[in-house]
């Protein structure tokens, strides 16, 4: 059982600065990973990431555990969980996390990104009995992350806020808030970023995400497409100015997946992330 | 079938379809479209998947892509992607058809050696997310009986990939792991192809050219023939060879791993 404690501002891991955190082990308290990619247990990254988690402790983020999917032939998916499932063993992280979405469904195709669910009872159920499953075979709580969304369904009665803390109330899951993600999906479907927040139960919520995005017209609208191959934006920097005054100091991270820049950079961003932080924490204990 | 799954099965299926107008989207009625069509919608999960998998086709074939050119090689990828799209969440599984579909692919027929060239980073793909294996304590191998050796049989390292090209895709691939230097090109009139060992060191994959007969010798074992035989067989290719010499030299780079005087456990 891993007793370590993720807290304050961490930085997604990527390739090209394994050799920095190896050598200069720069001041980061806590890294987080994509876990499928260190699904390969022999592969060069596994055994950077070896090397690197001794000094830092680990956040696992997946991206295919499809748990909005329906489908009942699960053996893509059953297959998908068991290699999340060795390398959770192996890595160890103090948090394990995955999204509100789907990505397989009964055909043999899969489509590796993050696809919108609709918000029912229907769509409850399905990624109720999901999540618990997946607790079951990890033995362990897992936290979902909101999605990005550039779809509405016309039947989807439930808000996303509404779902989000109904999966944790039936299923004890807690929630990954990415605050970009609130403020794209917002501009995308017109709702208030700041009442949506405000609408998420406080205690479930046990990691921050921050990241850049793109705009891209699309038949004469803006879309905000969750690219994370920027810099976090002002009015993303101002949402998460409210994120900490609601929910606190929650370990938040820098994503940045695209054109990934000089750890430099990221540091540079993790510093505005960690002045918000400590500004806010002493405002409440002043 | 339910709403959900069927709603999701149309999704997948207009996502994948090619030929995506305002009027066949499936899920139009699923959507709403105050202000973007359903076709709009779903183009933009159609392009982000798109994307999401040519990334790791960049990652497992950078020398295509030096080869055919950034621009080139997204539109091959596309092409690629219409037939074979991900089976798995794990994306390291994606792209062993690559180099298939390349021998087929019309836009590249002036290139007869970028098959192999796939073939080969494939191979090294391969190679670089296979499983380590501890290998034996071959000190004990030194003192086996004349029987025992001649039953002997071994395990390669799971990271060792063997593989011949008419074409000198071994020259092509170094070439292509810098950036252009003056006097770099390759004068494939006159490169002739060859044998190559991929396997893993550490954390570094390694290829080399290798003799016929030195493949020949770990063709045969990778294909569970005995120490002995392999040995017969690569002595048909050169009556010269050492046969102490090229195991000593596979021994200390790890590419022949375990020994076994019984025949190997599930082989």
Redesign the interface.
């Given at each position: 059982m891993n007793t370590q404690k993720i807290e304050g501002v961490g930085l997604g891991l990527r390739h090209c600065h394994f050799q920095e955190f190896i050598d200069d082990k720069p001041k980061v308290p806590w890294l987080e990973v994509h876990t499928?990619n260190f699904?390969?247990?022999?592969?060069?990254a596994s055994?950077?990431l070896d090397k690197i988690r001794q000094d830092y402790p680990l956040s696992a983020h997946s991206?295919?555990?499809?748990l909005g999917?329906?489908?009942?032939d699960c053996s893509?998916?059953e297959?998908?969980l068991q290699?999340v499932k060795q390398t959770i063993d192996r890595l160890e992280p103090v948090l394990v996390s995955d999204h509100l979405s789907?990505?397989?469904?009964?055909?043999?195709?899969?489509?590796?990104?993050l696809?919108p669910v609709?918000y029912?009872e229907?769509?409850l159920d399905?990624m109720v009995q999901n999540i618990d499953h997946v607790q079951a075979v990890l033995k362990r709580q897992i936290l979902i992350e909101n999605p990005s969304s550039?779809?509405?369904?016309?039947?989807s009665p439930i808000s996303e806020w509404a779902f989000l803390n109904a999966l944790v109330e039936r299923t004890g899951c807690g929630l990954l808030l990415d605050v970009n993600n609130i403020y794209v999906s917002a501009h995308n479907h017109g709702f208030d970023a700041e009442h949506y927040l405000q609408q998420i139960a406080v205690e479930p919520v046990q990691e921050i995400h921050l990241a850049g995005y793109a705009v891209?017209q699309?038949?004469g609208?803006n879309?905000l497409?969750d690219t994370h191959g920027h810099r976090v934006y002002g009015p993303v920097w101002d949402l998460y100015i409210k994120a900490v005054e609601r929910f606190g100091a929650v370990p938040t991270l820098i994503e940045w997946d695209v054109d990934v820049p000089d750890l430099a950079v990221l540091m540079d961003e993790k510093a505005k992330a960690d002045t918000i932080m400590s500004k806010i924490s002493k405002g409440k204990a002043a | 079938m339910t709403k959900l799954r069927e709603l999701q099965r149309q999704f997948i299926s207009d996502c994948l379809s090619a030929d995506l107008t305002d009027d066949n989207v499936s899920i139009e009625t699923d959507v709403d479209t105050q202000t973007i069509s359903a076709k709009g919608q779903m183009g933009i999960y159609r392009e982000s998947a798109i994307g999401n998998i040519i990334i790791p086709m960049q990652i497992t074939y950078p020398v295509i892509e030096k080869l055919v050119g950034r621009e080139f090689f997204r539109a091959t990828c596309r092409q690629y992607i219409k037939t074979y799209w991900p089976k798995t969440g794990n994306m390291d599984d994606y792209g062993q058809e690559f180099a298939e579909f390349l021998s087929n692919f019309e836009p590249v027929k002036e290139l007869p050696y970028i098959s192999d060239v796939a073939r080969l980073e494939w191979l090294y793909h391969e190679s670089s997310i296979a499983d380590d294996m501890e290998p034996s304590d071959w000190t004990s191998f030194a003192s086996l009986s004349e029987d025992d050796i001649e039953k002997t049989e071994i395990l390669l390292h799971p990271t060792v990939r063997l593989f011949y090209s008419l074409y000198p895709v071994k020259e092509i691939w170094d070439i292509n792991q810098h950036e252009p230097q003056a006097n770099s090109e390759l004068d494939l009139d006159t490169l002739e192809g060859g044998y190559i060992l991929c396997y893993r060191q550490g954390i570094k994959t390694v290829t080399l050219t290798i003799a016929e007969a030195d493949y020949t010798f770990l063709f045969a074992i990778l294909n569970g023939k005995t120490l002995y035989q392999s040995a017969e067989l690569a002595l048909d290719i050169d009556q010269g060879l050492d046969i102490q010499g090229i195991m000593a030299t596979y021994l200390k780079n790890g590419v022949l791993c375990q020994f076994f005087t019984q025949p190997i456990p599930n082989a």
């Open positions: 499928e699904f390969s247990v022999g592969c060069a055994k950077y991206v295919g555990l499809s999917s329906a489908s009942v893509v998916r297959q998908h290699q789907w990505s397989a469904s009964d055909s043999v195709n899969y489509l590796p990104d696809l609709p029912t229907e769509a399905v550039y779809l509405s369904y016309k039947d891209r699309v038949e609208q879309v497409i | -």
